[in-house]
């Protein structure tokens, strides 16, 4: 009985396995939008960025983020460039406008940190 009970959950233990290897080799979990979203990722990281150090824009904040050192930023982009600003002040929501100074660009030059100016 033992035997099998143990052949019958190796076997569909062994099916669900190879289903999940060759789904994997193949491609098959991987709907169109996510190939889509994952080809713009790659030409994002291989254009020059929209802003250059010194910069100072008027963008609109996205959402909130939290820093690793616990500070709050604002998420906003540029032409779909990321820009984290710090140093904003409480009261901030989502959808204002601001003014933000570009600091430093991240290892990749994908994103970049700015110091708020002041509202737009």
Do not use: Y
């Amino acid at each position: 009985m033992l035997g099998t009970t143990s052949l019958v959950l190796g076997t569909i233990v062994g099916v669900i396995f190879l289903t999940w290897l060759v789904r994997r080799f193949r491609g098959g979990g991987t709907s169109a939008a996510k190939r889509e979203s994952q080809a713009r990722h790659q030409e994002a990281q291989q254009r020059d960025p929209p802003v250059d150090i010194g910069d100072t824009h008027t963008v609109a904040v996205h959402e909130f983020t939290e820093h690793h050192t616990g500070e709050q930023q604002a998420v906003c982009k540029i032409e779909g460039f990321v820009v984290f600003v710090e140093d904003i002040p409480a009261d901030l929501e989502a959808g204002d406008t601001l003014e933000a100074k570009i600091l430093s660009f991240n290892r990749g030059h994908t994103s970049a940190t700015a110091a708020f100016q002041g509202r737009a």
